[in-house]
């Protein structure tokens, strides 16, 4: 104790956890970071999961590693952010009652133990899940704000319902992803209205679960988390647990947020600007005073009062990465073509790799390829394909009422000049980097410091 007050943000992501120890009063510098991956499981073609354990151990190493390049910080609360979507089935239903208590040894136990491989965003076996929404009386559809899509937790669940009801009947818990990291550390089970409002089972205009379609889809209603703050106390982090992350025990574990919701927290936009983000999937984001759903975007609630229009793309980086790792190359040295001069007779990269929200049926592909073609000629035209699609859903905002004079970007390859520069020329709008490359998990230190 006595060393600079701090507080540690967690960001969940798709394929990995990144750490921020950050300074909680004066500036908010960043004192320490930590980082950690995992795999993305594809059990079959068209499903995407992971094992929660593996967020577990690579967010003990991350919080270590940050920990320990801030040896005098003085850790006095703790949040999480993650990536939206997809469903962890956790939780023995006999072994946690029903707040989701851990016992006396300090460890979550069976309140956190997972009863199968969390089924992800990307994941699209609730396809016919979605499309049964069409179905229901638009009374209990239109407050939810969102159009349908298989990786949202509210398909997913009806599937498992469908498919798996011995595992949802031995779960306590259906929870959003970083909601289960939380839970690993506190033993209490909780979400947040920015995670709550992608699930399509929750209402936006009444800031509270569907109760009416939870119902008609027949779902377990009961499984569903409480809803508070984001910037709540959401629990104690246990002693179990603490020992692993090697932080106190005790410490305060904030709510948190969705991962774009913490982002849009954290980046402090302009006037007239879009905020767009890129990891494994992409985002453009911009705020929104009131809801106002509009066919081809998302709107979800913002941290605080308000929401944001959401125009996503699954196509990012896990499609540059896949491009990446097939041909061989580091992320530099796929960034570095985009400053290759553009060629009219180039390959055309189609970013299709998993499906997209809008075209559930596009598919990827390298046209227009000839023997003269090289290696460095595919990982240009990727790029090329990427930010083509980017400008895609910017024309998608504007559609929604946004027209953006400026970008904020955050996110992976951000800093890198020559992909910057490509990024500009294809969306024709001036760019300005984020304060920080890590955007959520930076917001979600900012919800722990306001809890601090």
Same mark, same amino acid.
């Given at each position: 104790m006595g060393g600079r007050a701090a507080v540690v943000g967690i960001d969940l992501g798709t394929s990995g956890v990144k750490v921020l120890v950050v300074?909680?009063?004066?500036?908010?510098?960043?004192?320490?970071?930590?980082?950690?991956?995992?795999p993305v499981l594809v059990p079959s073609v068209g499903r995407a999961e992971s094992?929660?354990?593996?967020?577990?151990?690579?967010?003990?190493?991350?919080v270590?590693?940050?920990?320990?390049?801030?040896?005098?910080?003085?850790?006095?609360?703790?949040?999480?952010?993650?990536?939206?979507?997809?469903?962890?089935?956790?939780?023995?239903?006999?072994?946690?009652?029903?707040?989701?208590?851990?016992?006396?040894?300090?460890?979550?136990?069976?309140?956190?133990?997972?009863?199968?491989?969390?089924?992800?965003?990307?994941?699209?076996?609730?396809?016919?899940?979605?499309?049964?929404?069409?179905?229901?009386?638009p009374a209990l559809t239109r407050p939810l704000g969102n159009r349908p899509s298989p990786g949202m937790a509210g398909p997913i669940l009806r599937w498992l319902v469908t498919h798996e009801p011995e595992r949802v009947a031995a779960a306590r818990w259906a929870l959003q992803p970083k909601?289960?990291?939380?839970?690993?550390m506190t033993g209490q089970a909780a979400t947040d209205p920015t995670d709550a409002s992608g699930t399509l089972l929750f209402d936006l205009e009444r800031d509270a679960w569907a109760a009416g379609l939870v119902a008609a889809l027949g779902l377990p209603g009961g499984k569903l988390p409480p809803v508070r703050d984001s910037a709540a106390v959401a629990g104690a982090l246990l002693a179990g647990p603490a020992a692993e992350l090697g932080l106190p025990p005790g410490l305060p574990v904030?709510? &948190? /947020?969705?991962?774009?919701?913490?982002? #849009?927290?954290? $980046?402090?936009?302009?006037? !007239?600007?879009?905020?767009?983000? *890129?990891?494994?999937?992409?985002?453009?984001?911009?705020?929104?005073?009131?809801?106002?759903?509009?066919?081809?975007?998302?709107?979800?609630?913002?941290?605080?009062?308000?929401?944001?229009?959401?125009?996503?793309l699954q196509n990012i980086g896990v499609t540059l990465n896949w491009v990446r790792t097939m041909l061989g190359v580091s992320w530099a040295d796929l960034y570095d073509t985009a400053a290759r001069p553009a060629r009219p007779d180039a390959p055309v990269f189609v970013p299709y790799l998993t499906p997209?929200?809008?075209?559930? &049926? /596009?598919?990827?592909?390298?046209?227009? #390829?000839?023997? $003269?073609?090289?290696?460095? !000629?595919?990982?240009?035209?990727? *790029?090329?394909?990427?930010?083509?699609?980017?400008?895609?859903r910017l024309d998608d905002l504007r559609a929604a009422g946004h027209d953006p004079r400026a970008v904020l970007l955050g996110g992976g390859g951000a800093t890198h000049p020559a992909w910057r520069a490509l990024l500009e020329a294809a969306l024709g709008l001036p760019l300005r980097a984020a304060a920080s490359d890590w955007l959520t998990a930076a917001g979600a230190a900012r919800l722990a410091a306001a809890a601090a």
């Open positions: 300074a909680s009063e004066d500036d908010g510098v960043v004192l320490g970071r930590g980082r950690a991956e995992y094992e929660p354990g593996d967020w577990w151990r690579a967010t003990c190493g991350a270590r590693e940050a920990v320990a390049a801030a040896p005098d910080a003085d850790i006095a609360a703790v949040a999480v952010a993650g990536q939206m979507h997809g469903v962890v089935l956790a939780g023995g239903a006999d072994g946690a009652d029903g707040a989701g208590r851990s016992g006396p040894a300090g460890f979550a136990g069976s309140a956190a133990d997972p009863v199968r491989p969390a089924i992800l965003w990307l994941d699209q076996r609730a396809a016919a899940e979605a499309d049964a929404y069409a179905d229901l009386p909601d289960w990291l939380r839970l690993r904030v709510t &948190g /947020a969705a991962d774009t919701a913490a982002a #849009l927290y954290a $980046a402090g936009l302009g006037a !007239d600007e879009a905020m767009l983000t *890129l990891g494994s999937g992409g985002q453009w984001m911009v705020p929104e005073p009131a809801f106002a759903p509009v066919d081809g975007t998302n709107v979800f609630r913002a941290v605080g009062d308000g929401f944001f229009r959401l125009a996503p997209e929200r809008w075209d559930p &049926g /596009a598919t990827g592909a390298w046209t227009g #390829l000839t023997l $003269a073609d090289q290696r460095e !000629d595919l990982l240009r035209s990727a *790029l090329d394909g990427v930010a083509t699609l980017l400008r895609s």
